[in-house]
């Protein structure tokens, strides 16, 4: 028996011997007891002749056993309220008790168990499971999203969808599944199955996403809920003893299963496999370097060209990061920014980096513009653009030779802010362009009414652009960026097939691998060089950059191809 809970045990009997002592308080008791022998022994005495006295046959009793049996009165009246008193007490302390115990174990607002005493039930359980040759689930339940329910619609409405979702979690369970809130919006249950029957477990959280999932009303509004789940089994660890320790791994193996539940698009389950925790290991690895990585200043600009596709001129550059790992290497930004983003340093990353590119931008064609991609967690802000402006009057760079792109993503999180953000941006010359269009869920009301200066085409249709319908959607995108008035950037040029299929469509500026890799700061001023395009340069009449075929032929150790 662990000695926290031995400690426990005694401390409670030891309280339970206290109030015993105390519900049979013997001075109270011995008090009342003497006093009624006393009155026993002296009213037999006084009270016959205090009524002969009344009546005339007989003399007056004693004044001082008169004065003795009221006082033994008084006596039996006092230990009696005492004693009463005292059980009154006693009984107002047990509740007392009973109430913190409670308050101790259980989550007061659903009336769930809470951490705490869910490891104990836990343990509990697997003992008496594997003494039946059983196995037992510990199933880990998160709610997806539910911060913005309390954001919506505030605290106390969140609270009421905890109380409904746990009593629908409740009317699942069997009724010796013990069910607790684990904190926030984490719930877990766990239950016993046979071993060879894990499917018995399926069909309880089957049947938890069909009933505990979908719309709740509450006070006239409507909430859509859903929810990430992992599961995990004792029945793999080693040996077969339900201690505390394996109840803890237990817990944290189910844990980590809803974590890929989560990281695999929310709403489904998974069971615990020993890769999810190398995976988790090796995230948190990745965690650290990151934060590492930011004081160090590991994270750097690289640079992909961008090109009148028309004239074939050098028109400027998008910022991309690279993160360069003295244990990893260079790192490409699909693998750090997400996480960058969920662990909420992704704002002061790009702020580094922004500051390294205005720095090599100095140094460039003035001509030359600077793209930018900006987080859908930075657009939250609500003072990203006086940031930024900070930034480019800090470090001395044109506000007309930046461009901030962002994707339609941000659109659908806070249209409002997201138009005041832009323009004020515009306002002070920064340009905006829509990044991946296509891809998101962009409305043509949108696009008329957000400032935006350039719309650029993801480059998944321009891959497809060989297909008649891959072709038929660019045309539609550039029709519109007509309409709108709008110029277009096309992103994903490959090869010279695809750069004349664009040439056709009209004037576009793009950007590819068919114009070359990403480069450093270092390649791009060698770059520059050879073409005249550095600010202490003059620019020729027809500098190599310029000409439509020579950026293609460069070699490819330039290029970076």
Known sequence: ????????????????????????????????????????????????????SVSGTGSAPDNLLVN????????????????????????????????????AETDPLTDCLNRRSMEGATEALRQMSTARGQATAFVMIDLDNFKQVNDMNGHGMGDKVLTILAQRIRECLPKSAPLARL???????????????????DEMVASLFEVVSGKIEVEGSSIDTTMSIGIATDHDLKGKSAGIEDTETLMHHADIAMYQAKKNGKNRYFWFEPTMENELRFRNELEKGIRLGLKNREFVPFYEQQVDITSGELVGFEMLARWKSPDLGVVNPEVFIPIAEEIGVIAEMSEQLMIQAFADAQSWDPALTLSVNISPIQMRDPWFSQRLLKLLVEHNFPANRLEIEVTETCLHENLGLVKTMIASLRNQGVKVSLDDFGTGYSSLSQLRTLPFDRIKIDRSFVKELRDKDGSKIINAIISLGDGLQMPITAEGIENAAILEQLRDMGDLKGQGYHYGRPEDANQVLERLSECGRLATNTRSSTPACDNPESIADLPAAKRQA
């Open 1 to 52: 028996m662990p000695l926290g809970l031995l400690f426990k045990i005694v401390g409670e009997q030891e309280q339970d011997q206290k109030l015993g002592k105390a519900e049979r308080d013997i001075v109270a008791l011995g008090i009342a007891a003497a006093a009624i022998i006393l009155f026993v022994a002296t009213g037999s005495s006084v009270l016959p002749r205090l009524v002969a």
């Open 68 to 103: 003795a049996m009221l006082l033994n009165i008084a006596l039996i009246i006092f230990g009696w309220r005492r004693y009463r008193d005292l059980t009154n007490e006693i009984a107002e302390r047990r509740k007392a008790e009973e109430t913190a115990r409670k308050l």
């Open 183 to 201: 904190g926030g919006d984490e719930f877990a249950f766990a239950m016993p199955y046979s071993p060879d029957r894990p499917d018995k477990v």
